[in-house]
Structures are given as structure tokens and as C-alpha cells.
T-cell receptor, first 113, second 114 residues
Framework: DAKTTQPNSMESNEEEPVHLPCNHS???????IHWYRQLPSQGPEYVIH???SNVNNRMASLAIAEDRKSSTLILHRATLRDAAVYYC??????????????FGTGTRLTIIP | DTGVSQNPRHKITKRGQNVTFRCDPI?????LYWYRQTLGQGPEFLTY????????KSRLLSDRFSAERPKGSFSTLEIQRTEQGDSAMYLC????????????FGPGTRLTVT
């Protein structure tokens, strides 16, 4: 499986934007970039995913580099509820459809009030 | 539908005992996954079902582990002769077939083997 590299931890002030980086230099052309987050004492939850173009949804934005070797998850206005571990995951697009997610250790995001 | 549910939420057992966990996925989802998570690590894939068929098993799933999804709805994960190294959070996730690749996770079952 292609590997991702994320900082172990980051801090951000409440109500400010947060940019969470992810490097995936060995990404293949059919790999989707997925982000999940895990709040304390909960299972992971889906945040966003993309292939080549930047993506926006109600939770976040995903900016994908032109060469696709890195991406950035953007939380536009962090709240205390956004404190979590954020995982950047590469998922191959195969004929078998949904398959396993390969999690790394993620980035622990701390929000400072 | 309130999402994926798992029972029990916590289980404490003595080494050598057998334990069974249950996962109820979102009702229209035909894909179900089991993951294991230890402290400070991300979840690790254990096994995956499409309907009642178990399509993939990780090497982490030793002979002491067995998972079933008999009617393509709920699933059970059984660990026989538990060891202290089995202490972890066991997470279940489900998803639907199609272009939506989002997996929905349950809250997990925390197993402590003493």
C-alpha cells in the first residue's frame, strides 16, 4: 500500500483556520486521498476525499497538489469540537469497490481556546 | 437509523476465556469491516464482508479469531483463548456498494484481558 506521512501533532487557536498537511510521494494514478478523523473515545468518522481536484464539503476543504504527491486538509474555522486525530489515507480504486482503510498514526490536532 | 452499533462497549475478561462481540451495521449497507486499534496507533484492518461472504482477512486475524455475518446483516467477532495482547479497541464499520466509499464506524468495543 502507498504510504502517507503526517506530522504527529499540531496546535491551532480556536476560530482560526487549520491546515493539516499530508505527504504521499508514492501515490499511484488511481489512488483516492481520504481523510478521516477520530474524536476522543469514538470511532473514526469520514471527513472528505478527492482524486485530483480540490474538494469542499460542509466539514472541510481538501487541497491536492498538482503532482498529487501531497495534500492539505483545511478546517476553515476551528472549534473545540475539531480536536481529534486526523488520518490521511490512500485508497486504491479497484473493481472490488470498498476495501480496507490503511490508517497511519495520524496528526493529533489540539485546539487552544 | 442511528448508525453502526456495537455491543458490548466494554469487556473485561481473564486470559484464556473466549469473548464474542457484535456489530449491527447501518441497515442498507452490504459491506462490513472489522478493525483493531491499540493505544496510540491508528486502526488496523482485520476482515471484510460483502453481504455474508468474508472476502478478505488480515494476517493479524490468527486462528483464535473468527468472524461471521450469517445473514448479511449483523456480524460477530469471536476471540478464543484470549491473550493479554488481544487487549484493544475493536471497531466495526459499514458501507454501501457504489461510488460512495465512505465507511461509517461504530463506537467500538474495548477489550481488556487480565
Amino acid at each position: 500500500d502507498a504510504k502517507t506521512t503526517q506530522p504527529n501533532s499540531m496546535e491551532s487557536n480556536e476560530e482560526e483556520p487549520v491546515h493539516l498537511p499530508c505527504n504521499h510521494s508514492t501515490i499511484s494514478g488511481t489512488d483516492y486521498i481520504h481523510w478521516y478523523r477520530q474524536l476522543p473515545s469514538q470511532g473514526p468518522e469520514y471527513v472528505i476525499h478527492g482524486l485530483t481536484s480540490n474538494v469542499n464539503n460542509r466539514m472541510a476543504s481538501l487541497a491536492i497538489a498538482e503532482d498529487r504527491k501531497s495534500s492539505t486538509l483545511i478546517l476553515h474555522r476551528a472549534t473545540l469540537r475539531d480536536a481529534a486525530v486526523y488520518y490521511c489515507i490512500l485508497r486504491p480504486d479497484t473493481n472490488f469497490g470498498n476495501e480496507k482503510l490503511t490508517f497511519g498514526t495520524g496528526t493529533r490536532l489540539t485546539i487552544i481556546p | 437509523d442511528t448508525g453502526v452499533s456495537q455491543n458490548p462497549r466494554h469487556k473485561i475478561t481473564k486470559r484464556g476465556q473466549n469473548v464474542t462481540f457484535r456489530c449491527d451495521p447501518i441497515s442498507e449497507h452490504n459491506r462490513l469491516y472489522w478493525y483493531r486499534q491499540t493505544l496510540g496507533q491508528g486502526p488496523e484492518f482485520l476482515t471484510y464482508f460483502q453481504n455474508e461472504a468474508q472476502l478478505e482477512k488480515s494476517r493479524l486475524l490468527s486462528d483464535r479469531f473468527s468472524a461471521e455475518r450469517p445473514k448479511g446483516s449483523f456480524s460477530t467477532l469471536e476471540i478464543q483463548r484470549t491473550e493479554q495482547g488481544d487487549s484493544a479497541m475493536y471497531l466495526c464499520a459499514s458501507s454501501s456498494q457504489g461510488t460512495d466509499y465512505e465507511q461509517y464506524f461504530g463506537p467500538g468495543t474495548r477489550l481488556t484481558v487480565t
